[in-house]
Nanobody, 122 residues
Framework: QVQLMESGGGLVQPGESLRLSCAAS????????MSWYRQAPGKQRELVAT????????NYADSVKGRSTISRGNARNTVFLQMDSLKPEDSAVYYC???????????????WGQGTQVTVSS
């Protein structure tokens, strides 16, 4: 079983920062990439940022570009999202997703965490 556990969400004021963390655990052979998504009430889940484990290549949604930084831990099964200059429109449940193989012969699959709430409000 693979588990992804997010942490770091909370209530902050506009302009403040948060650092989200996500760790994948369980039977994992290789992690190819890890991403952060978010979903606000009444809206579709959207990609926030992604990072490739092979080369560290990153990609960001236009809405967070310049204000957020995705990075990976040394163990390659952890990912962080540093969010600065937060806005009320950043409020959402943030989900971690990993693209990984559980064995050398298995196909790549996506696994999701349970999410962590981020609320930006004065």
């Amino acid at each position: 079983q693979v588990q992804l556990m997010e942490s770091g969400g909370g209530l902050v004021q506009p302009g403040e920062s948060l650092r989200l963390s996500c760790a994948a655990s369980g039977k994992i052979f290789t992690v190819y990439s890890m991403s952060w998504y978010r979903q606000a009430p009444g809206k579709q889940r959207e990609l926030v940022a992604t990072i490739s484990n092979s080369d560290g290549l990153t990609n960001y949604a236009d809405s967070v570009k310049g204000r957020s930084t995705i990075s990976r831990g040394n163990a390659r099964n952890t990912v962080f999202l540093q969010m600065d200059s937060l806005k009320p429109e950043d409020s959402a449940v943030y989900y971690c997703r990993a693209n990984l193989q559980i064995t050398e012969l298995s196909t790549q699959n996506y696994y999701w965490g349970q999410g962590t709430q981020v609320t930006v409000s004065s």
